[in-house]
């Protein structure tokens, strides 16, 4: 079983790092490998809607991180998507990969459970968490919840080192994945398979 985390900072060993490795150290010590995607200082595309990516199951600009998180999520059993609140929204960087990712890539995310972790100094958490549970949402992905809204706060690491509450419900996250986790292998083991959605109908709202 593996997990795979994504930091939407551009630091690698900002706040939203150390949340995400309070959250991967609670799954390993459950049994479960994960991994840590640093999305890094390089540009990521926006979508540009030309639905290039239809059936293929990849982007088809190949410069940026997109397809290499496409690739590992079709062999990972689970999601965590941190981002830091910037003006009381996740990073416009985490939000191009990810409109990206689950337009071209959905099917490596779909029936997987996931969750969210966002990282501020002080506002726009709850906002910041709305945004991105929105993608699990639309993907059919069963959304891990904790004992509180997964966030941290602090301006800097050794801050958020302070922030016990916040740092208690990264590791209740990760104990709730963990055992979500093992309760679907085990069902599968058992033959359940995941439903079938409907897809039938597709309309707009001026017809």
Not at 14 to 22: I, K, P, R
Not at 59 to 78: L, M, S, T, Y
């Amino acid at each position: 079983m593996k997990a795979l985390l994504l930091n939407g900072r551009t630091r690698k060993n900002g706040c939203t790092c150390l949340a995400l490795s309070e959250v991967a150290k609670t799954l390993n010590a459950e049994g479960v490998e994960t991994e840590i995607i640093q999305m890094g200082g390089d540009p990521v595309r926006d979508c540009i809607g030309c639905n290039g990516c239809a059936g293929k199951g990849q982007c088809v600009f190949g410069d940026d991180k997109v397809n290499e998180v496409i690739a590992k999520a079709r062999e990972a059993d689970g999601f965590v998507f941190g981002s830091p609140v910037y003006y009381a929204h996740p990073s416009g960087q985490v939000l191009s990969l990810l409109d990206r990712v689950f337009y071209a890539g959905a099917e490596a995310f779909l029936h997987k459970p996931a969750a969210v972790v966002v990282t501020a100094r002080r506002a726009g958490t709850t906002a910041s968490l709305d945004v991105l549970n929105k993608y699990l949402l639309n993907a059919e992905m069963p959304v891990v919840s904790s004992t509180y809204w997964n966030m941290v706060f602090g301006p800097a690491p050794e801050l958020v080192e302070q922030d016990k509450e916040g740092l208690q419900t990264m590791r209740n996250l990760g104990r709730n994945m963990a055992w979500l986790i093992g309760c679907i292998e085990a069902g599968h083991q058992q033959g359940r398979t995941p439903p079938q959605a409907e897809r039938a109908h597709w309309t707009n709202f001026n017809r």
